[in-house]
């Protein structure tokens, strides 16, 4: 029986690098890609006060995300993995994945990690870094 390896993707270089990895080094199993929109990034600026406002922004949310799982699903099959899933959900990119990965039957996590270092890395956090203390599943991050 084939594991569940879920790789979430934001469009940064170093989620592609995630998900190539994922795709050599498990291409056996299923390569779940997931893409979290984080509602917080609508941001309270004066088109937010727009009626449609949100409603087109969350609709081009999605169109990039569809763009990304386009290219990043060629990635994976062009490695040969057969069953590559898509999946985006809404909320708080950290609480997300570890929510998925949980009532989904996720066997591991592959994700990429923004590098940050300093004081960047102190105020703003990891995503990378809260997955890898709250999953339930084995987490690779990947450089």
């Not at 898509?86 to 998925?100: H, K, L, N, Q, S």
């Amino acid at each position: 029986m084939s594991r569940r390896i879920l790789v979430p993707v934001d469009g940064s270089d170093q989620a592609r690098t995630a998900t190539e990895f994922a795709a050599e080094t498990f291409p056996d199993d299923a390569i779940v890609l997931l893409h979290v929109i984080n509602p917080a990034e609508a941001g309270y600026s004066a088109q937010a006060s727009v009626p449609s406002f949100s409603e087109e922004w969350y609709e081009q949310r999605q169109t990039e995300a569809r763009e990304r799982f386009d290219e990043l699903e060629a990635v994976v099959r062009e490695a040969g993995v057969e069953t590559v899933e898509t999946v985006i959900e809404v909320g708080r990119p950290t609480t997300a994945i570890v929510d998925y990965a949980d009532d989904n039957d996720i066997d591991q996590l592959v994700m990429g990690s923004h590098g940050r270092s300093g004081m960047s890395r102190i105020l703003l956090g990891s995503v990378a870094e809260t997955v890898v203390r709250r999953a339930n599943v084995p987490v690779t991050v990947v450089r």
